[in-house]
């Protein structure tokens, strides 16, 4: 007897590989879609964006600005510190020259930071003629520290701002090759 040849194109697979290979392309058209950010969710990271950088500026100009008049208009002299709060919450010194001598004020913050000083420690002082309360330590006037809060919330209102922008971009690509149910053949 004889074996018959079969031809390439007289193969047919097996049943369950058809089913498989059914099953195989039924779940890719069920696969799940990547979802676009929703309108909402960005416009909520562009507010948060906005209010970070409102707070960045409300943490910046305050204390630029006293350092500024100061600079411009400040007296430099000697004082004494008199109170230190513990916290510290507070500085207090006494002006031991000039026209304010015997003036006790507190010292303004920069920053929320106040000088490192002890009780009976003298310090020279910068402060403002017109408001003598207005006054820093004369090395902050020269060189301000590091403000902290300000560079914070500059940081996270820029990592929200490109969140912002990201999901935009990432938005317009989603709807963009969205596979939409054509009317016309192409």
């Known amino acids: 007897m004889a074996k018959k040849t079969r031809f390439s194109d007289d193969y047919q697979l097996p049943p369950h590989v058809r089913r498989a290979q059914r099953l195989a392309a039924e779940s890719r058209a069920w696969a799940p879609r990547a979802s676009a950010p929703r309108p909402g969710q960005i416009l909520g990271i562009l507010g948060l964006s906005v209010l970070c950088t409102g707070l960045s500026v409300a943490f910046w100009l305050p204390p630029w600005s006293l350092v500024q008049d100061l600079r411009n208009h400040g007296v430099t002299t000697t004082a004494q510190v008199t109170a230190v709060d513990d916290k510290p919450k507070y500085v207090k010194v006494e002006f031991t020259q000039g026209p304010e001598s015997g003036n006790e004020v507190k010292l303004w913050d920069y920053a929320g930071m106040l000088p490192d000083v002890d009780p009976g420690d003298a310090v020279l002082v910068t402060y403002d003629p017109d408001n003598p309360h207005r006054s820093l330590p004369r090395s902050w006037v020269a060189d301000p520290p590091v403000n902290l809060p300000a ?26 090759t969205s596979t939409a149910v054509r009317l016309t053949k192409p």
């Open 151 to 176: 560079y914070g919330s500059s940081a996270i209102a820029l990592f929200l701002f490109s969140g912002a922008v990201i999901g935009i971009v990432r938005r317009r690509r989603i709807l963009g």
